[in-house]
């Protein structure tokens, strides 16, 4: 080998083992990127309390998800897949048709659906939980039509914590 190949082989070496080197701890850059995924995180939180996300709407008696929820579930299966952090809480509700018995069933179902669509989306089902609330929480008492459509819904609840301390 030529002297000065020899003279530049040794850094040349090190700086390609340090360029293929991890971040180290307290490094600005990555404590930096912690900082944006935490504040995505809170963000994404926020639009959960402030019900900025729209519920998923069912037809009568149906469980069935309408091609025009896609594009949402679409989206919150993106956010709840890149937070580890996030879990999602599911409600369905039902409009005011029915026995009580029959609506918590109905209301499952149509949480079940969206999970499941979730799921074929990249979601984990461990961070999905499902709950029925049949028709005890209604948006509007309004029996007509358009107001029982209104009812007729899934909604979500974005959280961090741990099942076992919510639930």
């Known amino acids: 080998m030529p002297p000065l190949t020899r003279l530049l082989a040794v850094p040349l070496a090190a700086a390609c083992l340090a360029a293929c ?12 990127s912690a900082r944006r995924a935490s504040l995505e995180v809170q963000s994404v939180m926020e639009m959960s309390r402030s019900g900025r996300i729209p ?3 069912f037809e009568f ?9 896609y594009q949402l579930l679409d989206k919150i299966a993106e956010i709840v897949s890149r937070f580890e952090d996030i879990k999602l809480v599911v409600e369905g509700h039902t409009d005011d048709v029915g026995s009580h018995e029959y609506n918590d069933w109905l209301s499952a179902e149509r949480g079940r659906a969206v999970k499941t669509y ?3 989306r990249g979601v984990f089902p461990e961070s999905i939980k499902v709950i029925g609330y049949g028709k005890r929480r209604p948006i509007t008492q309004d029996t007509s039509d358009k107001g029982r459509a209104l009812n007729r819904r899934v909604e979500f609840v974005l959280t961090t914590r741990e099942w076992k301390a919510v639930y």
């Open 55 to 57: 519920p998923v709407e």
């Open 118 to 120: 979730l799921s074929s």
């Open 21 to 32: 080197a991890g971040p180290r701890a307290g490094d600005p850059l990555d404590e930096e």
């Open 61 to 69: 008696d149906k469980a069935v998800l309408l091609p025009s929820s």
